[in-house]
């Protein structure tokens, strides 16, 4: 923590030394107060999904405040960033408990298409809200964020390639925090993504992106296997060393998983059209598409003019039921003979491990695809990973502008919900009939009230319908004053 605000303050001085001569340098800020209800006791499902972890299950108000700190140079292509978001809420009851947190704390620089976070920061998520995992499926936006550092290249063009060929790529490092069955673990991430011009409006995209939680302590085993000759086995995807687990050893040091991104977009004069088919993978089966048709596909509609009663729309069709089969079978392995079995695959069971136990979950919030049902929390307090990754969705959003004049968004969102492969107890029973669910919002953001004073209403009223989640009314409503500083030099 004395690490991050030693950043943090070395690149607010920065930001204040270079003012002077900035091409531009901007603080802008905002403080905002919620309040949410519902019929039932906690809020529906599109009242607390994809918002950064920031709205409690429960009825609650919220006073939110943020501020960011931005410089850029269009001379040099130098860029700095820093900012912060924090958030305290109060649950009504009997006795009112009052919680704080920081949901944003960071600091960063860029140049040209290199670009490096440090601290927690909420990833960009892309479709404006509409989609249900703002197009990662692994890493939709539904959880808090986790502190570390980000370090990324934007697309550039590969030299000799006339531009037809592009590549952009991330390497980062984070750790969780929180509550969770090993404690204080890291999560190393990479990625690397290839874009084709196929023609001068088309474009295809093919990417691999990857996640790996490793060391940590763990309540069965003691601490786990941290060394940087550790951190290497994970980066690689190697088994681990003597002092891992059996599974570890076996398999891969660590808790891996990741997402493959085939996706189209053409861009026209008035708007952009995209098909994307976000496939998820736990293990080596689902890398090699054994757990095809599996993903999250979406079609995306946008026209560049945002003056419209519908500017905006949006489909998204989930299917995870395949996981590459029933069961995780072995088999013979001839080219190998003192090995007398290997692994085939099956069963991927996403967002779940045997070892790391809460899985891919962070303070009672599924990181990814939030159509994946958290497990409750035990008697210690702990979300032991998922309970029903087994879905089937349709999806759809819509955005605009009532009377041209008033933004809104509507999501509406149909599942059927399978649970787990290989269930036991009363979840096998209760996923046994296949729950259905049809959950819906609408968003409205209403103009400011007077120029002289920035302060902004926004509504939204959400509707649960169905087995898995019940019948439930919810709206929330938020004051947000929000205000701006930009000093610009055009010399």
């Not at 692994?138 to 592009?166: C, D, H, M």
Request: hydrophobic share 35%; net charge neutral; charged share 20%.
């Amino acid at each position: 923590m004395k690490r991050l605000r030693l950043i943090l303050s070395v690149a607010v001085a920065a930001m204040l030394q270079v003012h002077a001569s900035a091409q531009s340098c901007s603080i802008d800020w905002d403080v905002s107060l919620y309040g949410t209800g519902a019929t039932g006791k906690t809020l529906p499902f599109w009242a607390v999904t994809n918002k950064t972890g920031m709205i409690p299950d429960a009825h609650s108000a919220i006073l939110e405040a943020d501020a960011g700190f931005s410089y850029s140079s269009g001379k040099t292509g130098l860029d700095l960033w820093s900012g912060f978001r924090l958030s305290g809420n109060m649950h009504p009851s009997a006795a009112p408990v009052c919680r704080g947190m920081v949901n944003e704390l960071y600091a960063g620089i860029g140049w040209k298409k290199l670009r490096l976070d440090l601290g927690m920061i909420d990833r960009e998520c892309l479709y404006d809200g509409l989609s249900l995992t703002g197009g990662d499926i692994v890493w939709s936006g539904n959880a808090r964020a986790l502190p570390g550092y980000n370090l990324q290249i934007e697309y550039f063009a590969v030299p000799g390639t006339k531009g037809i060929f592009s590549i952009k790529a991330n390497y980062a490092d984070y750790r969780f925090i929180g509550e969770r069955y090993v404690r204080n673990a890291y999560l190393h991430n990479k990625s690397l993504f290839f874009k084709f011009r196929l023609h001068p409006r088309v474009h295809l995209q093919l990417g691999l992106e990857q996640w790996s939680v490793w060391g940590g302590v763990s309540p069965v085993n003691g601490r786990q296997p941290q060394s940087f000759k550790d951190y290497l086995r994970v980066v690689c995807g190697l088994s681990g060393g003597s002092d891992a687990t059996e599974s570890d050893q076996i398999n891969v040091l660590g808790d891996h998983r990741g997402r493959e991104l085939i996706q189209i977009d053409w861009t026209a004069d008035a708007f952009t059209m995209s098909f994307a088919h976000d496939i998820p993978f736990d293990d080596g089966s689902g890398m090699g598409f054994q757990n095809f048709p599996d993903g999250v596909n979406t079609i995306s509609f946008s026209f560049n003019g945002k003056d419209k009663w519908v500017s905006d729309i949006l489909y998204e069709f989930v299917y995870t039921k395949c996981q590459s089969g029933p069961y995780h079978d072995t088999g013979d392995d001839p080219s190998r003979q003192d090995e007398e079995w290997h692994v085939l695959g099956g069963n991927d069971n996403y967002f779940n491990n045997g070892e790391y136990r809460s899985g891919w979950t962070s303070y009672g919030k599924t990181i990814g695809l939030p159509l994946f049902t958290p497990m409750p929390a035990d008697g210690n307090g702990l979300v032991l990973g998922v309970c029903n990754n087994r879905v089937s969705a349709h999806h759809i959003g819509l955005a605009g502008k009532l009377a041209r004049k008033i933004p809104y968004r509507f999501k509406a969102t149909y599942s059927r919900n399978y649970g787990r492969y290989s269930q036991q107890g009363l979840y096998a029973e209760f996923f046994g009939t296949v729950p259905e669910q049809l959950s819906m919002a609408l968003e409205v953001d209403f103009p400011l009230f007077s120029k002289r004073f920035p302060i902004a209403l926004s509504t939204g009223i959400y509707v649960d319908a169905g087995e898995l989640y019940g019948d439930n009314f919810g709206i929330t409503l938020k004051l947000s004053y929000t205000g701006k500083y930009f000093s610009g030099d055009n010399r």
